[in-house]
């Protein structure tokens, strides 16, 4: 069974720092790899995804995630936050192209001034 | 502006009460979804439709009775719930069942008094 595990319910950081999302997953087959952000009284994004291509994906708004298979980890980076970037931010895989979704329980990302 | 709608945004409604969820589609995609989003859990995949055809209820209480009448719309119609039902409902679609990209509305936010 296919699992999602984003350590840390909140991570916040200064304006200007480097944002960093942890995703850890549990799959016993190549999986897809997806993150998804999620601004408040919105509905989800689709930042980046990974579908067994190149290992570095460039997501929008500056954001990229590296799938190491050997972490069994697909971590999310930006170099430099910005205020806009405050939200709730969803890891998710799946087995499959187009296959069921399972989600992490999401991080709540906060940008301090 | 998203190409996925939902009506109405805000709901409450007692546990006696019949209501309606909304869902609308203006990309020309063929499948559909219902997800629920409760405070600090993961999302959870509630039902797929693909050509208008559930392909997945995922053990969904009776209280929940989808509709899908056509691959634009979608609705979530509920009656007798009950408090821990409060939540949010999304929807998504996606080109179809298998194209692993989907996009989301911005939800209903359900309270059940």
């Known amino acids: 069974a296919q699992s999602v595990t984003q350590l840390g319910s909140h991570v916040s950081v200064s304006e200007g720092a480097l944002v960093l999302l942890r995703c850890n997953y549990s799959s016993s087959v190549p999986p897809y790899l997806f993150w998804y952000v999620q601004y408040p009284n919105q509905g989800l994004q689709l930042l980046l995804k990974?579908?067994?291509?190149?290992?570095l994906v460039k997501g929008i708004n500056g954001f990229e995630a590296e799938f190491k298979k050997s972490e069994t980890s697909f971590h999310l980076t930006k170099p430099s936050a910005h205020m806009s970037d405050a939200a709730e931010y969803f890891c998710?895989?799946?087995?499959?192209?187009?296959?069921?979704?399972?989600f992490g329980q999401g991080t709540e990302l906060s940008v301090k001034p | 502006e998203t190409g996925v709608t939902q009506t109405p945004r805000h709901l409450v409604m007692g546990m006696t009460n019949k209501k309606s969820l909304k869902c609308e589609q203006h990309?020309?995609?063929?499948?559909m979804y219902w997800y629920k989003q409760s405070a600090k859990k993961p999302l959870e995949l509630m039902f797929v439709y693909n050509f208008k055809e559930q392909t997945e209820n995922n053990s969904v209480p009776s209280r929940f009775s989808p509709e899908c009448p056509n691959s634009s719309h979608l609705f979530l119609h509920l009656h007798t719930l009950q408090p821990e039902d409060s939540a949010l409902y999304l929807c998504a679609s996606s080109q179809d069942k298998t194209s692993g990209r989907e996009f989301f509305g911005p939800g209903t936010r359900l309270t059940v008094l």
């Open positions: 998710a895989v799946s087995e499959r192209q187009g296959g069921k979704l399972i």
């Open positions: 990309l020309g995609h063929n499948a």
């Open positions: 990974y579908t067994s291509a190149a290992t």
